[in-house]
């Protein structure tokens, strides 16, 4: 499929999907933005995205020149070059410098912030604006599915971890990524964030939430336990404690909200959603990590 007949079908999706919708056509709808996404993500997965956070920064100028060209909003385009800013500060913008975006899902305009009542471009109700936030993870398991997927990871991890020696756990992969170790001290370090977090938000009212770059922190060894599996037994024993309050919380609780520096006003069902689901993006490396060494393991019998 050339470019132009992609981008023309892109727009005919989304376009079927909104007039479906005015039919009260519902499920036909869903499959064409569905249909849409998929051609989006799928493209996008093909493109080679710098890693570097000069690069970033620069891809993201490149954006917000694009965006302004193709006269989308200039408050866009601003402040994507205020998170460019961040990034090349080696920070994480915050809620204040980023506010979450609006689109109006009838014409598109796209707004930041605070809405007004109506679209100023066609009229439509501020209410029926999409939100994209920051993560997806915020609203991917309602109460009692995040904390079956909290029981179940430490679970899910421990078999995968299981029969590798110290030295498979810590052995850095070709590619320069993270090491098994790596891996489970991101996955105790997000933990003790989350279990922090919990105890905020059972004992103040609109706690203030403060970001955390806990991704940095995985390849930090300074004052790090001896072992992986200490790391990991750590872990478990934080998870442990964490589901024992959420388990006997009272059921209100879980729609507390509090100030996210990084994510604006989020409830703790969010929060713990969040932390629930994050833990999966991360099976992938594990999984790829462990089929390595068991693939060794059986050239290496193989071989005698």
């Given amino acids: 499929m050339g470019e132009s007949e992609w981008s023309q079908t892109h727009i005919f999706l989304v376009a079927l999907a909104s007039r479906l919708e005015n039919e009260g056509q519902y ?3 869903k499959l064409t933005r569905a249909a849409a996404d998929s051609l989006s993500r799928r493209a996008a997965y093909q493109l080679d995205m710098p890693g570097g956070k000069a690069e970033l920064a620069a891809q993201i100028e490149q954006a917000a020149s694009a965006l302004s060209a193709l006269g989308v909003t200039a408050e866009i385009s601003s ?4 998170g460019a800013s961040a990034l090349s500060e080696n920070r994480l913008p915050l809620i204040y410098e980023t506010p979450h975006p609006y689109v109006c899902r009838t014409c598109g305009h796209l707004a930041l912030g605070e809405l007004a009542e109506k679209c ?15 993560v997806y993870w915020l609203e991917a398991f309602d109460p009692p599915a995040a904390l079956a997927r909290l029981r179940q ?3 899910e991890v421990a078999g995968l971890l299981s029969g590798l020696s110290e030295e498979q756990l810590s052995q850095t992969p070709e590619d320069g990524g993270w090491a098994l170790r790596n891996i489970v001290s991101h996955l105790r370090d997000a933990q003790g964030v989350l279990s922090f977090r919990l105890d905020l938000f059972l004992n103040e009212e609109d706690p203030a939430l403060e970001s955390k770059a806990v991704f940095e922190w995985a390849t930090r060894e300074e004052a790090r336990a ?8 750590s872990y478990k024993a934080l998870r442990a404690e964490t589901l024992a309050k959420l388990e006997v919380m009272p059921c209100d609780m879980w729609w507390r909200t509090g100030r996210h520096e990084e994510f604006g006003r989020i409830s703790l069902r969010q929060q713990v959603s969040y932390f629930a689901a994050h833990e999966l993006t991360h099976f992938p490396q594990i999984e790829k990590l462990r089929d390595h060494f068991t693939d060794d393991m059986v050239q290496t019998e193989e071989s005698r």
């Fill in 120 to 134: 100023p471009v066609c009229g439509a109700w501020s209410a029926t604006f999409q939100w994209f936030p920051p």
């Fill in 153 to 155: 990871t430490p679970l």
């Fill in 79 to 82: 402040t994507l070059r205020q």
């Fill in 226 to 233: 001896p072992s992986t599996l200490e790391i990991f037994d």
């Fill in 27 to 29: 499920n036909i709808a």
